[in-house]
């Protein structure tokens, strides 16, 4: 696979404010998107923007991913959260360090995760739970209603998981030459 990186002198320096930059875009038109819908609609209201596939629905999701643990109280969820989103952060910026040199691809993926583990907590740090308000569904299929910051996230574990597997056949294409 072809590498977006670029060598030399500084290079590493350069690819972390690649990184950060591409978190911060992330973080930003998460929360802006988060503040309009804020601005915009009353809770539950929704709002038909492609007929029979897309609304956009302002919900509030107090737990993780489809409202897991959103029964938990309040206090206990954010520590769990921001404790996860901060182990989340770490792990990926040492990855980042190791993968990233290797190949661009990985400051793309691991900043679309950071940036969206950091726009999720901003949420549960202002108001205890994370808005959503993407609205997707397709005949009698109906995902459960997302936000720019689970985008984000998504996207960059499909590029690292993507990543892996051109990866792993390019090695075995290599040895079986």
């Known amino acids: 696979m072809q590498s977006l990186s670029c060598g030399g002198q500084g290079a590493g320096e350069l690819i972390m404010i690649r990184f950060f930059i591409i978190m911060v875009l992330v973080v930003v038109s998460d929360q802006l998107s988060k503040l309009w819908i804020l601005d915009n609609f009353l809770?539950?209201?929704s709002r038909?923007?492609?007929p029979g596939?897309?609304?956009l629905t302002f919900l509030r999701n107090t737990g993780a991913a489809f409202g897991l643990l959103s029964g938990m109280p309040l206090l206990w969820r954010q520590i769990f959260f921001i404790t996860i989103a901060a182990a989340a952060l770490?792990?990926?910026v040492i990855m980042?360090?190791?993968m990233?040199?290797?190949n661009s691809w990985y400051t793309i993926c691991f900043a679309l995760i950071g940036g969206g583990a950091v726009g999720n907590v901003i949420d549960r740090v202002l108001y205890g739970s994370v808005v959503d308000f993407l609205d997707v569904y397709v005949k009698g299929y109906h995902w459960p209603a997302f936000n720019?910051?689970?985008?984000?996230i998504t996207v960059g574990v499909t590029i690292f998981l993507l990543l892996q597997i051109f990866e792993k056949e390019e090695k075995q294409a290599i040895t079986e030459k």
Do not use: T
């Not at 720019?148 to 984000?152: C, F, N, T, W």
């Open 53 to 55: 596939f897309f609304n």
């Open 90 to 92: 770490v792990a990926l």
């Open 48 to 50: 038909e923007i492609i």
């Open 148 to 152: 720019v910051a689970d985008s984000g």
């Open 43 to 45: 809770l539950y209201e």
């Open 96 to 98: 980042q360090r190791k």
């Open 100 to 102: 990233g040199k290797e």
